[in-house]
């Protein structure tokens, strides 16, 4: 069903809807690019770049962010990610969109989850198949349809995926914002639910490790000369957990540190995780954590350093993000789909173009399911169906109806 469609809408429809992306899923899917697996990520950005060589323009790799890391130890080091895509199409056209997707997965070099296979039920099971390179997928069906029709020449945008989006953009968080710049619209390709479903307003998120030294002493002869790391770190934990709210969560989710029972520990760091429902929650948060920490340094007598910060603000609906849900829903009825949204507890780079300024739909991926489990699935009817949606969309968008 293609009622209400314009007959260039319909070429472009046939053209993102013949594109040989379950192939590329497979193949894509077949490379592990866990967030850490550096040698598995440079393969997959080779792969994508020769794909997305397809577009006009240049596809450059680039360097990513240095990321500090906390570790066991207390040791603040550099952590290494992979490159980033970025290709940059017809930056003076009069309308000018950004796409995004990531080509990391939460699956490690040496996780046991590492094939695909056929579910009786025609559901692709397998690594990343849905979370996202069945969006990548779409994103390429649909941008090499709208190149193909007279509606390119009005639309300029770029592409960025990214390495590091499983654990929180840090090192591709300034490309983001950067080509966020000047964009009247974003699609992001994670996946949609199963039924279709997208994800509409977006809590925050803020992760902290909070490291503590205190003074070791024996846990016998003289502890009252030492000063218990431990004690502090969790001193901190309890404190911050009683602000946590309805429209803020606070989850202390790990204290390492540590050693013999004879031995009062002088180091502990504590892992703690924020979500906060609006800009104002994020204030608060900081606000009792600067708290939390002055207390407990001066009452247990311990130094604390706080490392971390809030990486994705809260992602809500406002009048922008409205009026281009609204395209989306009408462009899929056309289409004869039935788009639906509500809101998530999950965050994504969505949150990030969002905090740019520019109103953003960021599931519009494949439908699948069961995501960061080795019950990952892809619905692979979906891909010709979300392929289709993100041309028509596009489209509309270069005609300037946003």
Known sequence: MMRGLSNIERDAVDAARAAPMLAQVEAWAAVNSGTRNLAGLAAMAGLLGDAFARLPGEVTLVEPTPVDSVGSDGVVSSLQHGKHLHLVVRPDAPVRMLFTGHMDTVYPVDHAFQSLRWLDDGRLNGPGVADMKGGLAVMLAALTAVEASPAAARIGYDVVIN???ETGSFSSAALLASA???????LTY???????TLAGARGGTGNFSIIVRGRSAHAGRNPDDGRNAIVAAADIA???????GPRLAVNPARIEGGGPNNV????AILRINFRPATLDEIA???SHIESAVAMVAAEHDVRIEVHGGFNRPPKPIDAGAARLFELVKGSGSDLG????WKATGGVCDGNNIAAAGVPVVDTMGVRGGAIHSVD????????????????VTIMRIAEGRL
Request: net charge negative; aromatic share 2%.
């Open 376 to 391: 990952e699935f892809m619905i692979p009817d979906s891909l010709a169906e979300r392929a289709a949606l993100s041309a």
């Open 264 to 267: 009062v520990p002088d180091l």
């Open 337 to 340: 789909l039935d788009i639906a």
């Open 163 to 165: 390495s590091d989006e």
């Open 190 to 196: 994670e996946p949609a639910l199963a039924d279709g």
């Open 180 to 186: 966020a710049q000047g964009k009247v619209a974003a």
């Open 238 to 244: 309890v404190r911050l957990a009683k602000v946590r």
């Open 284 to 286: 608060r948060a900081q």
